[in-house]
């Protein structure tokens, strides 16, 4: 079996998706998680306000996810459309 | 891509509608889900009492929990836009639950019933400005000085289109990667309930979500409603 123009364009498009989800995933794993450990430390002070803290840190997590979505999207763009 | 096993698309295909069920999927669930919605929405309140039963006190607190939500953000004037919010909010909610109903699809999990949604809010959040400022609404797009006006016009429209493209692309990826990953899952070990965690995981996801883009648009509206600084 030759390897054409074609399957070398697949295999690195293949590559790219593979390390755009690895490193896109980077950012918002360790942004949650000071995020998270942020809101424990202020639950851990106040713990009253347990649920204001809990709502408000999952809707700041939701956001900053967002640029590891777009990783994703990009992921899937390089794997179908490509 | 493998052929997937839809409950709705062969009972539609065995009304005759197969061929435009198998290509619009999503659209055939989002029927199914404003189905759910309006059935419910007709049982719980056709037996409204003053001393509430237990349906409809739970339906009463989610509607409660959702206004004062909303009201905290925007003030009592943005009550008016409330049936939009609760709408897109239990719309939502629901489109994302039904993906982890095996043999359905979540009609959130494609990327046009999101930009749809996305671009009501933004259709909705400029007509607020215009309802609320008039001809003013456009000192929202000036900026602060007027020197800098044509500058700060130009990032301020690209910024407009930008929350249509971030607000539909989070709601999308999101439903479209727990989908894709439960499938996954069911595919490598379904036997052993490899898909159960992130099953769980799901619901939360699928709340956190809804709840994510009905804050959006609440403060998206709170925005087009204040004075432009």
Redesign the interface.
């Known amino acids: 079996m030759a390897i054409e123009g074609v399957d070398l364009m697949k295999a690195a498009a293949f590559i790219g998706a593979g390390l755009a989800m690895g490193f896109g995933a980077i950012g918002p794993g360790v942004g949650e998680g000071y995020a998270a450990g942020k809101a424990c430390e202020a639950i851990g002070r106040n713990p009253e306000e347990a649920g204001l803290l809990t709502r408000t840190m999952?809707?700041g997590q939701?956001?900053s996810?967002?640029t590891g979505?777009?990783s994703?999207?990009i992921a899937?763009l390089l794997l179908f459309v490509v | 891509m493998e052929h997937h096993y839809y409950f709705l698309v062969e009972i539609l295909s065995g009304l005759g509608l197969g061929h435009f069920a198998h290509g619009f999927i999503h659209v055939v669930h989002s029927w199914l889900v404003i189905c759910i919605l309006v059935v419910g929405a007709f049982l719980l309140t056709k037996h409204v009492q003053l001393v509430p039963r237990k349906a409809q006190s739970m339906a009463e607190m989610i509607v409660q929990g959702l206004e004062d939500f909303m009201v905290e953000i925007t003030g009592p004037e943005g009550r008016a836009f409330f049936p939009y919010i609760a709408t897109v909010f239990l719309y939502i909610f629901i489109s994302n639950l039904l993906g982890l109903v095996p043999g359905f699809f979540s009609p959130t999990a494609n990327l046009n019933t999101t930009l749809s949604l996305a671009l009501c809010t933004f259709g909705l959040t400029h007509y607020i400005g215009v309802k609320y400022h008039g001809k003013k609404y456009v000192k929202h797009f000036l900026g602060p000085a007027w020197p800098l006006a044509p500058l700060m016009l130009v990032i301020e429209i690209i910024g407009h289109f930008a929350r249509v493209m971030?607000l539909s692309?989070?709601l999308?990826?999101?439903i479209?990667?727990k989908e894709k990953i439960i499938g996954i899952l069911f595919g490598l070990a379904g036997m052993y309930l490899a898909p159960l965690p992130i099953l769980f995981l799901g619901i939360l996801v699928s709340l956190?979500?809804a709840?994510?883009f009905t804050?959006?648009s609440i403060i998206y509206f709170a925005g087009a409603m204040e004075e432009a600084h």
């Open positions: 999952l809707v939701a956001v996810e967002s979505i777009y994703l999207v899937l | 971030s692309i989070r999308f990826g999101n479209f990667g956190i979500q709840l994510v804050l959006l």
